[in-house]
């Protein structure tokens, strides 16, 4: 299998104002500083800052993407926004399947399949997100609920060029817990198993599945070298930039102090 580039996106969920695009220009400034991390960087703020979240990393290497999309291209939708919306205000990439998408709304794998084609349709990349609930987890259900969820959510259409998987143990999402390095390595293992089935050994041995859930700058190199894991989802810590490149800077060599 070849090398593949790890991708740390940071999601800002419903949080931050005009105002804290400050932090974007702070992590700007922090990763034209030596030593540069070995990996991609994307921030995904909500949707009314993603426009002049464009003006601020305009030239930079950090990507910028979106929370959710509507699969549909326009129409009578009051509050959607399409993918091709997200795209011309300079989103290269959109999360999809967020577990508090498909908790608070609702979201079915089927909505989510939509949204994923919506965001190929536009251009952009889709990150998929799945997890099991904590009571999935206590139930030994996590690889069922997992397959079910990647059947379901991943359309035939993915490929590795605009498709990342994140795994999001809900359980884990906000809480401080972590599941544990080796069983990180075995759900990211049957992730790829299933996707290889779903879209085949090629596609499936270079798309990147994320691990998402409580990272912070002080686990982040505990569960970002583990088999399989090609970079993190990051919430909580992706708000300030100086957490955000504390775990980007696990991919820093020599690590950066
Ligand atoms: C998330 O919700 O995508 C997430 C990973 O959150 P946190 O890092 O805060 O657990």
Same mark, same amino acid.
Request: glycine share 14%; net charge negative; hydrophobic share 40%.
């Given at each position: 299998m070849t090398a593949i580039r790890p991708l740390v996106a940071g999601n800002w969920k419903m949080n931050g104002l005009g105002s804290t695009l400050g932090e974007l220009a702070d992590l700007r400034a922090r990763m034209k500083a030596? *030593?540069? /991390?070995d990996a991609d960087v994307m921030v995904c703020p909500p949707a009314t800052l993603l426009t002049r979240a464009a003006e601020v990393l305009d030239g930079s290497d950090i990507a910028l993407g979106a929370q959710d999309c509507h699969p549909? $291209?326009? =129409?009578?939708?009051? =509050?959607g926004i399409s993918a091709e919306m997200l795209a011309d205000a300079g989103a290269t990439a959109v999360i999809v399947g967020h577990s508090e998408r498909r908790i608070d709304h609702g979201e079915t794998d089927a909505l989510v399949n939509a949204k994923a084609l919506a965001a190929y349709r536009a251009g952009l990349t889709a990150i998929i997100c799945v997890g099991e609930t904590e009571a999935q987890h206590q139930d030994g259900k996590t690889l069922d609920v997992l397959r079910g969820q990647l059947q379901g959510s991943v *359309? &035939? &259409?993915?490929?590795a060029a605009d498709t990342v998987i994140a795994y999001e143990p809900v359980w884990a999402i906000g809480s401080g817990l972590t599941p544990t390095p080796a069983d990180v390595a075995e759900v990211h293992g049957f992730i790829r198993s299933v996707v290889s089935q779903l879209l085949g050994e090629g596609e499936s041995s270079a798309m990147r599945i994320l691990y998402g859930g409580s990272v912070k700058p002080t686990n982040a190199s505990e569960l970002l070298? $583990? /088999?399989? $894991?090609? =970079?993190a989802l990051v919430g =909580?810590?992706?708000?300030?930039a100086s957490d955000f490149y504390g775990i980007l800077s696990v991919y820093c060599d020599p690590p950066a102090t």
């Open positions: 030596a *030593p540069v /991390p549909l $291209v326009s =129409g009578a939708h009051t =509050g *359309p &035939e &259409e993915a490929r070298f $583990v /088999p399989d $894991v090609n =970079g =909580g810590a992706s708000l300030k």
